[in-house]
């Protein structure tokens, strides 16, 4: 179920979203739901990544374990070429 909100926008914003709006065939209601769909969309993804990226550094704190750039790169390189390569082995720092 849908629920009602009141969205206040500047009327230059308004006229800057009318005719985005009309060229994506879509109503200005529906192409501001579709804006703030995206928008919420990408900053949970971002959130999410922070997330991982805190939770990978701690355990690089936690552990000492680390990689080097050069070898994950070449890892990297070997399997989107579709070779089946063993992973990069990790280093205590």
Same mark, same amino acid.
């Not at 579709?34 to 997330?51: G, H, I, N, P, Y």
């Not at 550094?57 to 552990?63: F, H, L, P, Q």
């Given at each position: $179920?849908?629920?009602?909100?009141? +969205? !206040? %926008?500047?009327?230059? %914003?308004? !006229?800057?979203?009318?005719? %985005? /709006? ?5 109503? /200005?209601?529906?192409? $501001?739901?579709?804006? +703030? &769909?995206?928008?919420?969309?990408? $900053?949970? !993804?971002?959130?999410? *990544?922070?997330?991982? /990226? +805190? ?5 690089? &704190? ?5 990689? !080097?750039? #050069? #070898?994950? %790169?070449?890892? *990297? ?17």
């Amino acid at each position: $179920m849908a629920a009602t909100t009141t +969205l !206040k %926008l500047p009327e230059a %914003l308004k !006229k800057r979203i009318t005719p %985005l /709006a009309e060229a994506a065939g879509k109503s /200005a209601h529906a192409w $501001m739901v579709e804006a +703030l &769909e995206t928008q919420a969309e990408a $900053m949970e !993804k971002r959130r999410a *990544f922070v997330e991982s /990226a +805190l939770a990978s550094e701690a355990e690089v &704190e936690r552990t000492g374990r680390v990689y !080097k750039s #050069d #070898d994950v %790169l070449a890892w *990297f390189v070997a399997r989107s070429s579709g070779k089946k390569v063993p992973k990069p082995r990790s280093y205590k720092r």
